[in-house]
């Protein structure tokens, strides 16, 4: 049960009365006194009583009046209001309690029923305290949800603009939590969460504001920081959780680490969204960079014009879809039979292709998911792809920027998106994409240094004229592969794309690996 100190206005202009009324009830509760409605306004608006206790006849402003400003006064908190009243008509009651009025008291005021009547109002305030509670609230963390968190954000935005404070938001993101999950099982994940939500809880002053904003990710708001504040005290909430052990199962005690995406208000940035958003993108850039630091959109936004020679030059800054994407050398038809899809997407090693239309227009998408669940079924080799495929489809167009897909990759269940141009599918972009081009981005920076992911050609003992020469063979190969087709040759059309495939990535590799930092570009 809620058990604070509540707090009770009494208003009436009757001297006596006020007395005998407030003097009942200071020993149990914070009391204040108002002679008028225009006084009692005022202290309401600056005091917020938990219960205004007001009688209906006073000059200028009467209880009736009174009971609507409170109604119509925008708060988190329900303000419960007993009229004192020597009216007894139905009319009368009704009137008042359409003004919203919760209860009436007599003005023959006895210390056993206003005692009464005060505790029957504080059982519903507890009550109701308890229901938004549990409204507004994460169960398993006790930080706010994003509805609830979303409101907070709204009256600090209009306080940030109105005195032209500073207003920053983090986006805090466990790392490899999915892994954590699957290594030590979900209460394990469980308790990491509510670790993390601790650890933000004690970092954070009273104004502060926390919410689980999805997943293993949390969004803070912190008033009055700027970004350079808020980047500072997401390294010390970083390092405090590198160094917190969380137990996991009996005897066993691990570690996490958490990214960080930091961006502050602006006087360009349009809505608490907007500001969330770039915090979002900040959060992203963390993690394709090696996770467990701390990312802001100010520095992002500061090296988007850097040379691809500077230091601090990231990954996917500047890149766009069409640098990325594995080309799609083949789509699928709706009436394609899932016997040439299985063969197709088995040769071509891809785990998903584009189902396109009459007009070559993205209609679908089938996974090698959606084949299995296919052939389960004793007739489903006799389904086309138009029984089969997802419409669900999410595509980017082939100038969308890179980073962008990252961050819904990272944050979906969905491995692949569809690269379109004028609605037509021109390529996909899958985790995988991804790791392969940072990947040959830093082996480009850092020819020197030993690869972990992948073949170092040199390291490898593969000499430039070698590579030369598997490039050649497989070009050769490719050649005769088309001279066949022309010639009406019986040749397997996944055999052909398989080899294209198996070209365009060996061709990735070698530039990443021998021509620097913008080698990543996919020819």
Same mark, same amino acid.
Request: hydrophobic residues 40%.
């Given at each position: 049960?809620?058990?604070?100190?509540?707090?009770?206005?009494?208003?009436?202009?009757?001297?006596?009365? $006020?007395?005998?009324?407030?003097?009942?009830?200071?020993?149990?509760?914070?009391?204040?006194?108002?002679?008028?409605?225009?006084?009692?306004?005022?202290?309401?608006?600056?005091?917020?009583?938990?219960?205004?206790?007001?009688?209906?006849?006073?000059?200028?402003?009467?209880?009736?009046?009174?009971?609507?400003?409170?109604? #119509?006064?925008?708060?988190?908190?329900?303000?419960?209001?007993?009229?004192?009243?020597?009216?007894?008509?139905?009319?009368?009651?009704?009137?008042?309690?359409?003004?919203?009025?919760?209860?009436?008291?007599?003005?023959?005021?006895?210390?056993?029923?206003?005692?009464?009547?005060?505790?029957?109002?504080?059982?519903?305030? &507890?009550?109701?305290?308890?229901?938004?509670?549990?409204?507004?609230?994460?169960?398993?963390?006790? =930080?706010?949800?994003?509805? /609830?968190?979303?409101?907070?954000?709204?009256?600090?935005?209009?306080?940030?603009?109105?005195?032209?404070?500073? !207003?920053?938001?983090? !986006?805090?993101?466990?790392?490899?939590?999915?892994?954590?999950?699957?290594?030590?099982?979900?209460?394990?994940?469980?308790?990491?969460?509510?670790?993390?939500?601790?650890?933000?809880?004690?970092?954070?002053?009273?104004? &502060?504001?926390?919410?689980?904003?999805?997943?293993?990710?949390?969004?803070?708001?912190?008033?009055?920081?700027?970004?350079?504040?808020?980047?500072?005290?997401?390294?010390?909430?970083?390092?405090?959780? /590198?160094?917190?052990?969380?137990?996991?199962?009996?005897?066993?005690?691990?570690?996490? =680490?958490?990214?960080?995406?930091?961006?502050?208000?602006? &006087?360009?940035?349009?809505?608490?969204?907007?500001?969330?958003?770039?915090?979002?993108? /900040?959060?992203?850039?963390?993690?394709?960079?090696?996770?467990?630091?701390?990312?802001?959109?100010?520095?992002?936004?500061?090296?988007?014009?850097?040379?691809? %020679?500077? @230091?601090?030059?990231?990954?996917?800054?500047?890149? !766009?879809?069409?640098?990325?994407?594995?080309?799609?050398?083949?789509?699928?038809? $709706?009436?394609?039979?899932?016997?040439?899809?299985?063969?197709?997407?088995?040769?071509?090693?891809?785990?998903?292709?584009?189902?396109?239309?009459? #007009?070559?227009? !993205?209609?679908?998408?089938?996974?090698?998911?959606?084949?299995?669940?296919? $052939?389960?079924?004793?007739?489903?080799?006799?389904?086309?792809?138009?029984?089969?495929?997802?419409?669900?489809?999410?595509?980017?167009?082939?100038?969308?920027?890179?980073?962008?897909? @990252?961050?819904?990759?990272?944050?979906?269940?969905?491995? =692949?998106?569809?690269?379109?141009?004028?609605?037509?599918?021109?390529?996909?972009?899958?985790?995988?994409?991804?790791?392969?081009?940072?990947?040959?981005?830093?082996?480009?920076?850092?020819?020197?240094?030993?690869?972990?992911?992948?073949?170092?050609?040199?390291?490898?003992?593969? %000499?430039?004229?070698?590579?030369?020469?598997?490039?050649?063979?497989?070009?050769?190969?490719?050649?005769?592969?088309?001279?066949?087709?022309? #010639?009406?040759?019986?040749?397997?059309?996944?055999?052909?794309?398989?080899?294209? =495939?198996?070209?365009? %990535?060996?061709?990735?590799?070698?530039?990443?690996?021998?021509?620097?930092?913008?080698?990543?570009?996919? $020819?």
């Amino acid at each position: 049960m809620v058990t604070d100190r509540k707090r009770l206005l009494v208003v009436d202009d009757d001297r006596p009365t $006020l007395c005998l009324i407030a003097g009942i009830l200071k020993a149990d509760y914070e009391v204040l006194t108002a002679h008028d409605g225009r006084a009692a306004w005022e202290l309401i608006d600056q005091w917020r009583p938990d219960m205004v206790i007001t009688d209906w006849n006073m000059p200028g402003l009467d209880g009736v009046q009174l009971c609507r400003k409170i109604r #119509e006064m925008k708060s988190s908190r329900y303000t419960y209001v007993i009229l004192v009243t020597a009216k007894s008509r139905s009319e009368d009651m009704v009137y008042a309690m359409e003004a919203g009025a919760d209860d009436f008291m007599s003005k023959s005021v006895t210390q056993t029923m206003l005692l009464a009547r005060v505790r029957a109002g504080i059982r519903i305030l &507890d009550m109701e305290r308890q229901l938004r509670h549990c409204s507004e609230r994460d169960p398993l963390t006790d =930080t706010l949800n994003r509805r /609830a968190f979303f409101s907070r954000f709204d009256d600090q935005w209009e306080r940030s603009i109105r005195e032209r404070s500073p !207003l920053s938001c983090v !986006l805090v993101d466990i790392d490899f939590f999915k892994g954590f999950n699957d290594t030590y099982g979900h209460a394990a994940g469980d308790r990491a969460l509510r670790t993390l939500a601790d650890l933000l809880a004690r970092h954070c002053r009273s104004g &502060d504001v926390v919410c689980r904003y999805g997943g293993e990710e949390f969004c803070v708001l912190l008033p009055e920081m700027d970004e350079a504040d808020a980047v500072l005290w997401a390294e010390r909430v970083g390092r405090s959780l /590198a160094n917190l052990d969380i137990s996991v199962a009996k005897e066993v005690i691990v570690r996490a =680490t958490a990214s960080f995406g930091v961006a502050a208000r602006r &006087d360009s940035t349009q809505t608490p969204e907007e500001l969330t958003m770039l915090a979002d993108r /900040a959060l992203a850039v963390a993690k394709v960079s090696g996770r467990n630091c701390v990312a802001t959109h100010d520095a992002i936004s500061r090296r988007g014009g850097a040379s691809a %020679e500077g @230091a601090d030059r990231l990954p996917l800054e500047g890149v !766009l879809a069409h640098h990325v994407m594995t080309p799609s050398v083949f789509c699928l038809d $709706l009436d394609d039979p899932v016997s040439f899809v299985a063969e197709t997407l088995l040769q071509v090693r891809l785990d998903s292709t584009p189902v396109v239309d009459s #007009e070559r227009r !993205l209609t679908g998408v089938v996974s090698t998911r959606d084949l299995l669940a296919t $052939l389960t079924d004793a007739r489903g080799w006799e389904k086309t792809v138009r029984d089969i495929m997802r419409t669900d489809v999410v595509s980017y167009h082939e100038s969308s920027p890179v980073h962008e897909i @990252a961050e819904f990759l990272f944050r979906s269940a969905t491995g =692949t998106v569809v690269v379109v141009r004028d609605g037509r599918p021109v390529g996909t972009i899958s985790v995988r994409t991804l790791l392969r081009w940072c990947h040959n981005w830093l082996a480009g920076r850092a020819p020197g240094s030993r690869s972990t992911i992948g073949t170092d050609l040199h390291q490898s003992g593969v %000499e430039n004229d070698d590579a030369i020469r598997l490039v050649e063979t497989a070009v050769r190969q490719l050649c005769q592969f088309r001279r066949e087709l022309a #010639e009406g040759s019986p040749t397997s059309l996944p055999r052909v794309v398989g080899e294209a =495939t198996n070209l365009q %990535e060996l061709a990735s590799d070698l530039l990443g690996q021998q021509q620097g930092p913008d080698a990543g570009l996919v $020819l």
